[in-house]
């Protein structure tokens, strides 16, 4: 067996004891699912500095800013020359540094300015996002109520978009609260909104439980099909 | 310091920023195109970008503190539980060292490509520069030659018979075009033209992206690749996919009591269900020819229409959270002292 398929084996071999390990948790929580979740903890705790780190600042902050992109021609000449501006990101590290000041007492509430200016960040994108993201929505719903298609009355389509116009604005009743509805159309039509919610979440769930089913059924192909014949392999039964 | 004894200030200091951290995305998006180019802002906008995320980014460090803090007192003292802590602790740090080993071989393994990039790039240059006001082409010719012949012996670094059949073609490809290359006017005449110099460029960048697609592969093959793949996809996949297909058998068992039916809305929400599920799968089909396109018209119509609705009424909520967050009326405890 050479080199390359030994670590696949041990990779599939591993891989099945991990997944057999999250499963018997379906009998009751035991210690070798612990163990196996806080691995995963661990191992994604580690991923995810590591992957900001080697695809966001060392490449777009650190490498240029200390110069090490810079390549130079064997004349001694720059490919490209240094840009002293990257210099200027010592001024959000050293912004962001005052997040470990959490750790004094005495000067905790530093920390509180530099959370405070990322919620501030935060929720400038959010309105940002919210304008260019739901008012196109917005637009796009109210679609034409009668339909024609190469110029012929199409009746189908011309329901289908009356009932989408319904749908939406009966929702948005329901969840109306701000002003008054005892007693009024807006009040009285609200209730039409429930059973439409009702089959969007039911479509929700449906989509859901495939989903996560597809997964478990290729958990499942993966330990009877790669992990019991990795195990033979092993045994010298493959 | 008047600041550090002044609880109102500090307050107000951390409203200052929190509206401050704000006001560019904001005048970003509300100013108009012409005004941001004509201040210089659109063309640095990707870099004033990265300094915000510069700032969230170096949070990283806590977080790792706090774990191993949290995690090493436990296995320090033995306290309840350290095993898992220990089992945390070695998945940290191994996927760390395992990725930095990586990572430092993926920058060598640049380096060396963007040497043998060079000598085209060089000899771009000098045709760029028609030859005269460039550095002389014995530069070009004694740098050429120490890159092919480093680049050469990088190549053999591995012996053949553990070369897979497809590296091994690669190798044969790129030392016929260090050969090419080297047996090229250019490396032993000194009164070169600008068309000879062309070719040679040509050929030169030939070479380099011939050497970036061999390194790379020869790569695939290394202990610590093997090792970032068998923590990766032996370890860190299969546990996530494993968590989630847990879900999978509570969201079923879920499904179970939900789907009880009590009231005609509950009705609605089974049968939406039930089509849903059957319209995905072959058995479906059998049950009623047109399950797949009944499911494909209650996702567009019914579900998209009152899904659209619910997204709207939560992002309006979404704005207004978001405003009061940035003008910090939502955040007041935050910004006093109070505990």
């Known amino acids: 067996m050479d080199n390359g398929t030994m670590w696949e084996l041990s990779s599939t071999l591993v891989g099945g004891i991990a997944t057999l390990a999250i499963f018997s948790f379906l009998i009751r929580e035991n210690g070798f699912y612990r163990f196996f979740e806080h691995l995963f903890i661990g191992i994604a705790a580690g991923l995810g500095p590591m992957l900001v780190i080697r695809d966001f600042l060392w490449p777009n902050i650190l490498e240029p800013m200390l110069g090490y992109s810079m390549r130079m021609y064997p004349d001694g000449t720059p490919v490209k020359p240094y840009q002293p501006f990257y210099l200027l990101y010592l001024v959000p590290m050293a912004f962001g540094s005052l997040y470990y000041c959490i750790y004094s007492k005495r000067h905790a509430w530093l920390a509180k300015v530099v959370i405070g200016f990322t919620l501030g960040v935060s929720g400038a994108l959010a309105i940002r996002g919210f304008f260019s993201e739901a008012i196109p929505q917005v637009a796009s719903s109210f679609k034409p109520l009668v339909v024609f298609q190469n110029g012929v009355f199409s009746l189908f389509e011309s329901l289908n978009n009356s009932l989408f116009v319904v749908t939406l604005l009966l929702v948005l009743n329901y969840f109306l609260f701000t002003f008054g509805r005892p007693g009024a159309v807006q009040g009285k039509i609200a209730p039409l909104g429930r059973p439409l919610l009702m089959v969007c979440f039911g479509a929700f769930f449906g989509s859901t439980v495939m989903a996560r089913l597809a997964l478990l059924v290729e958990r499942v192909q993966f330990i009877v099909r790669d992990w019991v014949a990795a195990v033979g392999t092993l045994v010298g039964l493959g | ?339």
């Open chain 2, 1 to 339: 310091m008047v600041v550090a004894n002044a609880p109102d200030t500090r307050a107000k200091i951390i409203r200052l920023f929190t509206f401050l951290g704000g006001i560019y995305f904001f005048s970003y998006f509300v100013l108009p195109e012409s005004v941001v180019e004509s201040i210089g802002i659109k063309e640095r906008h990707e870099q004033i970008s990265n300094g915000f995320i510069v700032v969230g980014a170096m949070a990283l460090g806590l977080g790792l503190f706090n774990i191993i803090r949290a995690h090493g007192t436990k296995v320090v003292f033995q306290r309840s539980g350290w095993r898992n802590s220990l089992a945390l602790l070695v998945g940290l740090f191994g996927t760390i060292g395992i990725m930095s080993a990586q990572w430092i071989g993926a920058l060598q393994v640049s380096r060396d490509v963007q040497d043998v990039q060079m000598i085209g790039e060089y000899a771009s240059k000098l045709m760029a520069e028609k030859i005269t006001q460039g550095a002389p082409i014995s530069m070009l010719q004694g740098y050429s030659k120490e890159q092919l012949d480093r680049a050469s012996s990088l190549i053999k670094v591995r012996p053949e018979s553990q070369l897979t059949s497809a590296q091994r073609l690669l190798e044969q490809d790129l030392s016929r075009k260090i050969s090419d290359l080297r047996a090229d006017g250019l490396l032993t005449r000194v009164d070169i033209d600008e068309q000879a110099l062309a070719g040679f460029a040509q050929r030169a960048h030939e070479v380099a992206s011939s050497y970036s697609v061999f390194r790379q592969s020869l790569s695939s093959g290394t202990t610590v690749q093997r090792l970032y793949d068998f923590l990766y996809d032996g370890l860190f996949n299969q546990l996530g996919s494993a968590m989630f297909a847990l879900l999978g058998v509570y969201i079923a068992a879920a499904a179970y009591r939900a789907f009880r039916v009590r009231t005609i809305e509950s009705a609605l929400m089974m049968s939406a269900a039930v089509i849903v599920m059957l319209g995905q799968i072959s058995f479906g089909k059998e049950i009623y020819e047109g399950m797949p396109s009944l499911r494909q018209w209650l996702l567009e119509v019914p579900n998209s229409a009152a899904f659209r609705a619910i997204r709207l009424g939560a992002g309006i909520a979404g704005l207004m959270l978001a405003i009061r967050m940035w003008l910090s009326i939502e955040s007041k405890s935050f910004s006093s002292e109070k505990k």
